[in-house]
């Protein structure tokens, strides 16, 4: 199984921006699809985005699109999830998620980081 590291997290003022990254190992990272998710307080766990194992196809929630971008580099073993334009209801706990050959979709990720926190104030 893969391990998953986030890192990246903190607090920034509504409007600002965050670039979290996260770092697998354990397995070869390459054909995993990965994705972000987030939990805030008294909330379930959400889905934020995916990434193909290639990088070629993505896949957002509604509530982020056009205001996070997800990327990766294979060669890194790496994933990222730049923030953009932050408002305070993206406060949350984000975790990194991996599935092997899976879709975009949000189901069926079976491995999960710990997870960092974000917090945007108004």
């Known amino acids: 199984q893969v391990q998953l590291v986030e890192s990246g997290g903190g607090l920034v003022q509504a409007g600002g921006s965050l670039r979290l990254s996260c770092a697998a190992s354990?397995?070869?990272?390459?054909?995993?699809?990965m994705g972000w998710f987030r939990q805030a307080p008294g909330k379930e766990r959400e889905f934020v985005a995916a990434?193909?194992?290639?990088?070629?196809?993505?896949n957002y929630a509604d509530s982020v699109k056009g205001r996070f971008t997800m990327s990766r580099d294979n060669a890194k073993n790496t994933v990222y999830l730049q923030m953009n334009s932050l408002k305070p209801e993206d406060t949350a706990v984000y975790y990194c998620?991996?599935?092997?050959?899976?879709?975009?979709?949000?189901?069926?990720?079976?491995?999960w980081g710990q997870g960092t926190q974000v917090t945007v104030s108004s």
């Open positions: 998620a991996a599935k092997r050959y899976g879709n975009t979709r949000p189901s069926n990720f079976s491995s």
């Open positions: 354990g397995r070869t990272f390459d054909t995993d699809t």
């Open positions: 990434i193909s194992w290639t990088g070629g196809s993505t």
